[in-house]
């Protein structure tokens, strides 16, 4: 088995490649025009995926049982200069992980991506992007050093631009794919320049010619040595730039409004975005970059912060909102803001756990959603939905399942919060652990909200479509996906993805007791908010869930924060560029034209001067002469007075 | 017999040509329908006959003739074969003129021919007098011959190139006379040796000044530069053209070997004639700028053309002789061909205005890109020779040392003026217009005179070497 | 080889324009085209030719040859001679220049309709200019083919732009043509200067390149700065480039290709063998200015991009942005500095060359280049919008495009340049790191206004059809999807971008040598 | 008074002087052609006049000086004639001889 497993990831390039390949096929099939067909597509990037869990569970398999913990191959690539960068594959716990559940996930997203576009005109260039995404996804995950990175991070940030921009035609979808891939392009520019500025060290400190640039088995080694060299400011900055990169991807505040926009994708893509996106890119970014971040206390500072503004915020945003697909967004905006917090406040292995449950879960609603909305005929408010349970019983079980399971009450989510609170609580950071079960009781809240309005109550009008089975099969898979995980804390998990000089902790009883308690409450207020009216919440209800009410209008129009950024955006750079041009058309442009002009000016004088009478010109003559004699008498006369 | 060996030696073009002055006038009394024909062919004959008898003259060393009133040496060589060739071509292209005047184009040949007698005495004058008749001379038979033709205009131009031309003679004569008194001498040579251990004086550098302003008519420069366009306007195209090369050649040849003499005794001189010379280009390319008649536009072409050869006296070093007598051949051809491709045209339609050049590059695509190179050639764009002989004249500039830099960044500068102004023609031949013009000119002659000039415009670049080391020669036996 | 002449190289553009002048060739247009199409296929395989055997280990110049007119050199009594020859730079810019006039050609098809002998034979003439100033061995010969260029530019321009590219012509040429005058006024004094110097009259770039270092520190940066200007306004460097941007906005398309394509090339080429080659002390000291000068070409580029309506205009500033990125890298004075502004100068060339196809091709079915009465034209013409995502993402500089190899590059060399205070180089850095962010967003604003949402209704294709399944195919309108021609075009120019994306070091490869040997030049 | 009566090389000069500054004088302001071209003749002849005491003062051996004179009083009216010719050809057209009207050719 461990031969198998080591032929297998010595030859993950050829991995890498495959989902290309695949996508190559995928427009030689869709190019055909009689012969294409839908099958054979869904077949074919059904089984990449499937290679690819077999090829995860194989780096599992090896990464838990050989002695050398991590496999890496290189190849040269641009060689030019002072820069060697390769592009290589490396296998350790923290890819393998990632990678297996990236596989997992992305195989049911294909599944569930079939049933949902199966009946679209441009069902190809779906599963050919999604194949490019996986391509550039494996690339980012097994990247063996961080220039990789920055170029399969800025890859994957095109296939989803490309994915949310599936309806093209529909103006909000490919404003929202602009958008989404503009806001990542600062990320990919911080990042850029972060990696360049690390670059410029490790160049200079570390000349050894056969060295791979920035490669992430001696990262460690070059922190160290640019924590040494360096002032730590400098170290500062060139650290925080690629938290910024991870900010975007993560959609932390400020820059989380694309993956509120991006709901207008595809579910499926919207579930990738959600879902797979944050833990593949930036989430792993962080975790791989953690050796840099540890050194300096500003970087984690950073990180809690952000990620608590972004935690809190949009754990409050998100309890207001109507449209189904933007709660899920904010949700998840919410989660990755813990995920930021439990990484700055040192809990590595806690925050990798959580990361990669709430990915699993969040895929598992965020699907779920989809397949309601698709048979409420694309209608996103769930004020107009209510009594689904009726309809779809297992639809709603899962949903309630899967709402349960993020809150933090059942499965993975369970162990992923307890795993949190414990690291917050044994820090003895009083401050956080409230913040954190604040952020778990609006969870809570807004999850519940939405199975109680949604599946719950009284039944609506709305006619409902039939949803095809592959859609619904992939929930159930997900659901048994973090039940499994819920075991495989301890054996698998926390045997790979560790950092050495972080202890590991569990939350004990007492602690757990207290989360539930206060996931019961929050899911009771919702009960009595939602389901069976009851005088005195109602009175709440009426007081606070007010259109007029301040706190009810920041949390729905999410602290205006989008109008602030149109404002900056249309007042402040369109203003600006307008300015540029102002200047441009008229100062810069205007220099010429008026050289110009004076060149007629004096065209004009000339041909004034000429003016047809031949004794004038006998003048000009004469004057010129006379002048020129005035000059040279004076530079004797100079010459003379000079002389004596 | 001193007489004769003096013509056999030195004179024998100058000779044919006066004969063929009065063969002409003497031919012009026999009035025949179809003799007047010949005309043409009698002058090609002369010139001809002019241009061979050159090979004949003495030219190594210099030959001082007529009690050294005259000289001949290379440089005087070159220059005639430069007015020979530019009179050939005047000649080749004159057939409208000659059909026009029928009887009476003996006449003008008569007076074409004293004409280019006078440049070429005064290419080679050699004294106060010789210089002074031959100046006069070549003015008096220029005027007549831009008054030639029937019409108020070349009247009008003849009689302000006459007052311009009297009023030049007269301040050359001013001059001159000053230099006269102070050296006791008007041969040049005599003056040259007088002038040794000279310290220069006031009176010396404005007298020198006088000379060199009456020059300045010759070259057509400023500051006698306004009955250039004019002078153009009225005279008929092949007096055009031969205005445009003939006088200006004549008198840069004399000036240069004036220059020569003096310069060293007047500090400020190549400073004035190099400022002279850049308003001369301003000069021309700004009146150009808005010119709507062709004629006028080859006037004040002319007029840049001769700044920028003016640009080279003023430093008067070999270098910078070679690069004018390059510039001198380029400006020959290029000129030559510009005069005959707008003699091409007004033969065909008779009309001279810039408009009616209109669309002209959709119906005549050769003879449009054929005027298009020579224009560029004007403005100084590769791969005409107009860019090597500026780059040989600017180079010029260059050498003298860093204080000259501003002249040269200025003469640049208005050189990019020029392009524009050149530019403007082309841009008329290629605006669209509903007429189509075609041109329906018979005549082989102007024909091959612009075709021939074009292809040698383009050739000079090209084959420069030799004819670089060839100037150089030349300007070092000044 | 001797098969391989570099004269042959040059020239045979300019023979191939007359042949189409001569009346001796049929004035059918269809046969123009197909000449001069393939003229330029042959051309592009014999210069590929020159590659294959190119010692890309060579140190000096290769293929030198000396054209001589009845057995001397062209202007032997002056110390010019007409001595062609090619290292590692010129010669990827003379496969750049011959590739893109090849591609020119092919997109002259659909976009040019009138006066063909003298428009083919105009940008083979146009061809010989440009690979003259790469093959220059003699200043001034580099002078003669950099100002022979203006000429065919002028009427390409002025012919078959638009109706006011006539005056925009003009006020390109004398622009570019007052420039280069200042350039000729650093030609001619340098050469006096080292003449006085070394005693020899000479134009040799090599020869002058051993002199000049005599001179006072200020007299060289005399002579640096007119030679900079004149190469300013052909990239154009931002204060200098109003006129050009008005001539590649008014030019037609193949033309404006051209001249985006190339034209900045041209002068970079002359800031590296003349500034970098003839000045290397005075460009040490004024490096940051170049620096700062690529900073505000992307930015002011990319905020007037940002502000522009026309498609076309904003094409032509994205072309700004991206040379001010080689500009970077120029002035970072690093081997990977200036490795990649090289590379970029070249990917800039074809990235933006194919915007102006692609802004071209909507142009010509469309009637308008403004963006607001434009959209959805996804739906009609979906090739076009496919081939120009790739050309649109090598501009943004997405990985595996050949743009973001070299955007990363200067960057890095930036970064890594020893140019004093830190500070200063930090500062810059992360200004043309948010030039980045910006150069996508204009780059998007105009694929998104142009290609997505509902499509207008004056564009709606004209017939709906269906296939067996009964699915909706829209039929496009033949005229209002794209020919077979652009096709060509856009596709080439993707598969470049893509290609050099991916292996990068193919093109690197060629001139790295040459870089190296120019930079070792540069710290003595 | 000795200055005054004893004439020397000066008296001349200044004479010639003053008559060519009339002349020039001339040429630029009168309106008539007729008068212009005699003023252009004062002109000449001044330098003429210039020429003749140059030749007894400093070149008395070969007196090469009167012979430009006698030239240039030979040129003088080959200039009257010829001006004359034009003048009477462009009266015709014209019926005037005002400078300031002969400006038919111009800009």
Redesign the interface.
Known sequence: MLEVSGFLINSSFAMLLLPLWVAVMIILNAAVPFVSSRKLTLNLSLGVSLIGIIFSVCALYFCLFSQNAAAENNLL???????RVSLGTLVDGLSAVIMLFFSVIFFLVQVYSYGYVKEE?NFHRFFIFLNLLNFSLTGLILSSNLVQT???W??SG?FVYFLI?YW????SA??AA?KT??IN??G???L??GV??L??FS??FSSAENMILLSYSNLQFTAETLYSMVSGKTFL?IAMLPVFGAMTKCAQFPFHSWVVDATEAPAPVNAILQGVIPVATGGLLLMRLYPLFVLSTEVLAWLKIVGCISALVFAYVAMSQNNIKKIFAYSTASQLGLFFVALGIGAYTGAGYFLISHGVLKVLLVLTAGVVVCSMDNENDIKYWGGLRQSMPGVALIFLLGSGALSGLLFSGFCANTLLLANFYLQDNFIWTVVILFVFFMSAYYLFRVYFLVFEGEKSKIELKKVSNYMKCPLCFLVVISIAMAFCYKKVFASLVYFVSLEQVSLSDGGKVVMLFILLCAVYITFRLYMSPYSKFMLIKERVLNKENLLYKLSYNCFYIEEVNKFLLDKF??K???F??FI?KYI??GV?VIL?LT??V??????K?????????????????AA??V???G??LLGSLVGV | MEFLTDINNAFLPEIIIAAFVFINIFLSLFFNKKFYKTSQWIAILGILMSFASIGFVQAEPTYHAFANAFISNVYTVFFKSVILVASFFAVLVSHKIVRRKRARAFEYFAILFCAILAAMLLVSANDFLSSFVSFEFLALSCCLMSGLIKNYKAKEGA??YL??AV?ASA?FLFGTSYIYGITGSINFDAIEVSLQGYQG??LF??SS??VI?AMMFKVSA???V??V??VYKGASYPVGMFLSIVPIAAGFALLSRILVIISNFVP?LGV?IIILALATI??GA?????QKDMKRFAGYSTIVQSGFMLLAMGVLSPYSLAGMLYYLICFLFTNVALWAGMIMFFNSNGRDDMESYKGLAYNNPFYTTAMIFVLMSLAGLPPTSGFLAKFFVLSAIARLGFMYIIFLLVALLLGA?AV?LYFRPIKIMFEKTTETLHLTNKLVFSKFVFYFCTALTILLCMYSSKIVEFCELIAYSL | MNILSILALIFSPAIAALLILSPVFPNNEIKIRRFAKTFGILHFIYSMLFLLFFNPTNFGWSYQKELTFLNTSWLKTLGVTATFGMDGISLVFVLLTSFLIMIALVASKSMIRTKHRIYYSLVLVLETAFLGVFCAKDIFLFLLFWELQLIPIYFLVSQWGDKTSSYSAM?YV??TFVASMFMFLGMLVLYFYSFSISGVLTGDIESLSMSESVFALWFQAFIFFCLLLGFAVKIPII?F???VAKAQVEAVTPVSMLMAGVLPVIGEYGIIRFNMGLFPEVFNYFAPILIIFGVVNII?GA??A???TDIKKITAYAGFVQTGFALIGLGAL???????AVFQLVIAGLIISGLFMVTGVVYLRTKTREVSALG?L??VMPICMCLGFIIC?GA?????TAG??AK??N???L??SDIEPQKFI?SM??VS??G??LN??YI??LF?KT?????LSQFKAESVQYDEDG??ITVVYPKRGITKSEIIVLSLLGIAIILFGIF??AL?DIF?VTSDVILDFMKV | MSVIFNIGLYHYLILALILFCIG?WG??A??DLIK?FLCVNLMMFSAALNYSAYAVYVDPEKINGVVVAIFIIVFGIINLVVSAALLISVFKYKKNLD??K??????
Request: hydrophobic share 55%; net charge neutral.
């Open positions: 690539w641009l060689n030019t200069g002072d820069l005109k920055v170029i399969f800025e890859l095109v921009n093209y035609t529909k103006k490919s404003d602009k891939y503009l392009k600062i990919d520019a911080a850029l320049l360049i500025g670059i410029y160049v200079i900055i750079l369109m600006f560029c307008r540029v041009d441009d810069v442009n010429v110009g060149t007629r004096f065209s004009y004088l000339v041909s001067l000429q003016n047809g009478n031949v004794q004038s010109y006998l003048a000009y003559s004469v004057f010129i002469l020129i004699m000059v040279i008498v530079i004797y | 009689l302000k007052v311009c009023v301040l004086s006031m550098a404005l000044l006088l302003i400023v500051p006698f306004n009955w366009p004019d400020v004035v301003a000069f700004y009146g150009a700028l808005r003026i524009c | 006020k004398v622009y204060p480039h109003t006129a002011y905020c007037l940002l502000a522009q690093t081997e990977l500095g200036f490795n990649g959805g996804s739906q993402f943004v500089g997405v990985p595996f973001f190899i990363f590059m960057l890095s060399g970064i890594l930090v850095a992360v790191a948010i980045l962010v996508a967003c998007l604003y998104h290609f997505f949402g509902s499509v699915n909706e990068p070091n690197l790295q | 020039l040429v630029i009168c309106k212009v400078v300031e002969i400006t038919d050719i111009k800009g």
